[in-house]
Nanobody
Framework: QVRLLESGGGLVQAGGSLRLSCAAS????????LGWFRQAPGEERVFVAGINRDGSSTKYADSVKGRFTISRDAAKNTVYLQMNSLKPEDTAVYYC?????????????????WGQGTQVIVSS
């Protein structure tokens, strides 16, 4: 099982930017497709962005298209989420998730491994 560790969260003003990182370690991280999910207080965990294991395919939630970019560095076994033009409604705990597959899935039920999450707060 792969282990995932997120970092990069914090407090930012609306319109600002943050970059989240997710470092994968353990069993064969390169075989994993990785995704970012977020969960706001009192709400369900929802898909934000995903990238397949060779980085050739990405998917985004409609709410973040054009503002967020997911990428991965195979040499570092790390996936990034660049978040620009942040809005207060982006405030949530952001989780990295992984599945040993070639495809990108948007449903959280498909993911086998999860990180502990990193808090993002966007002030208005």
């Amino acid at each position: 099982q792969v282990r995932l560790l997120e970092s990069g969260g914090g407090l930012v003003q609306a319109g600002g930017s943050l970059r989240l990182s997710c470092a994968a370690s353990g069993r064969t991280p390169p075989r994993y497709s990785l995704g970012w999910f977020r969960q706001a207080p009192g709400e369900e965990r929802v898909f934000v962005a995903g990238i397949n294991r060779d980085g050739s395919s990405t998917k985004y939630a409609d709410s973040v298209k054009g503002r967020f970019t997911i990428s991965r560095d195979a040499a570092k076994n790390t996936v990034y989420l660049q978040m620009n033009s942040l809005k207060p409604e982006d405030t949530a705990v952001y989780y990295c998730a992984g599945r040993e597959t070639a495809a990108v899935f948007t449903g959280k039920e498909y993911y086998q491994a999860w990180g502990q999450g990193t808090q993002v707060i966007v002030s208005s």
